[in-house]
């Protein structure tokens, strides 16, 4: 069973507009969350973290909210642009457990002209 | 710059074949990790290691095993090859700890025939 989960497979948004991209977790273990960015035929790069102890990281163009109560999180993007069309996947881990990551199953954004 | 990379960007075996994924990072990094990514499914965590020798299994280790012989390498072996390991493999490396994020190869696409 999938601990943590995107539910949303695709995501279109505007050129400039604001990208929001959501992700579930049910394992209240978890204590840091990253997400990661993939291009086709490249490997995930890494984008932005947060630990369990803030509700907000901002590096950028990128902001990453989290909702420890409700178990989510989101991550912002503001402005989209061309270049942000990629799969992009939440990932959780747990303190002293050798940074193992548990993926949800991706979101795929296009930004558009 | 972070370099991990994959041996084959493509791969195609026959059913029974016991077959040998390489991935080499150069970063000095005592964890490395072996996913698979399936559509819907996101990146499933197969095995991974955090020092030479040592080994852990992961989410889907069934009809895996690895090998990790020397700090800087980590092989991930399929016994006897069949067709529902057909997928992306993605290596990964990272240094210790949950907020070191870990540094992925582009990937093998391995086809099962």
């Known amino acids: 069973d999938q601990q943590v989960k995107q539910n949303s497979p695709s995501l279109s948004v505007q050129e400039g507009r604001i990208s929001i991209l959501n992700c579930d977790y049910t394992?209240?273990?978890?204590?840091?969350f990253l997400w990661y960015k993939k291009y086709p035929a490249e490997g995930p790069t890494f984008l932005i973290s947060i630990s369990s102890i803030k509700d907000k990281n901002e590096d950028g163009r990128f902001t990453v909210f989290l909702n420890k109560s409700a178990k989510h999180l989101s991550l912002h993007i503001v402005p989209s642009q061309p270049g942000d069309s990629a799969v992009y996947f939440c990932a959780a881990s747990i303190t002293d457990s050798w940074g193992k990551l548990q993926f949800g199953a991706g979101t795929q954004v296009v930004v558009t002209p | 710059d972070v370099k991990v990379t994959q041996s084959s960007r493509y791969l195609v075996k026959r059913t029974g074949e016991k077959v040998f994924l390489e991935c080499v990072q150069d970063?000095?990094?005592?964890?490395m990790f072996w996913y698979r990514q399936d559509p819907g499914l996101g990146l499933r965590l197969i095995y991974f290691?955090?020092?030479?020798?040592?080994?852990e299994k992961g989410d889907i280790p069934e009809g895996y095993s690895v090998s990790r012989e020397k700090k800087e390498r980590f092989s991930l072996i399929l016994e006897s090859a069949s067709t529902n390991q057909t997928s992306m493999y993605l290596c990964?490396?990272?240094?210790?700890?949950?907020?070191?994020?870990?540094?992925f190869g582009d990937g093998t696409r391995l086809s099962i025939l």
């Open positions: 970063m000095d990094h005592e964890n």
């Open positions: 990964a490396s990272s240094s210790p700890g949950p907020i070191q994020p870990q540094h």
């Open positions: 394992n209240s273990m978890f204590d840091y």
């Open positions: 290691s955090y020092d030479v020798k040592m080994k």
